[in-house]
Nanobody, 125 residues
Framework: QVQLVESGGGLVPAGGSMRLSCSDPKRTLSAYAIGWFRQRPGEAREFVAAETWSGGTTDYGDSVRGRFSISRDNFQNTMYLEMNSLKPEDTAVYYC??????????????????WGRGTQVTVSS
């Protein structure tokens, strides 16, 4: 059973930076990608970023492109989401998720098999 371990999150002023991490300690060769999503109260889950474990594919949501970046440490089975130039509208619960097996739809939350518990990110104005 995959259990994703998230860390990071908290309170940051607007314009600041924050890094989230997502680890899969028991990652197998069938693990294809990690995606980051966020959700605000009363809203649908929004795609933030995703990267394949091979590094061959990286994608970002339109609202974060140019401000957020995703990176990975395959030896540590960990993916990182570096968030810069944060805005109050970035406030949300951030989730990481793992896709098992190949997909061409990394931006769709329904494509992911396992989810972390989520971590709150609050950007103060």
């Amino acid at each position: 059973q995959v259990q994703l371990v998230e860390s990071g999150g908290g309170l940051v002023p607007a314009g600041g930076s924050m890094r989230l991490s997502c680890s899969d300690p028991k990652r197998t060769l069938s693990a294809y990608a990690i995606g980051w999503f966020r959700q605000r109260p009363g809203e649908a889950r929004e795609f933030v970023a995703a990267e394949t474990w091979s590094g061959g594919t990286t994608d970002y949501g339109d609202s974060v492109r140019g401000r957020f970046s995703i990176s990975r440490d395959n030896f540590q089975n960990t993916m990182y989401l570096e968030m810069n130039s944060l805005k109050p509208e970035d406030t949300a619960v951030y989730y990481c998720a793992e896709r098992i097996g190949r997909t061409f739809s990394l931006g769709q939350p329904t494509e992911y098999n396992y989810w972390g518990r989520g971590t709150q990110v609050t950007v103060s104005s």
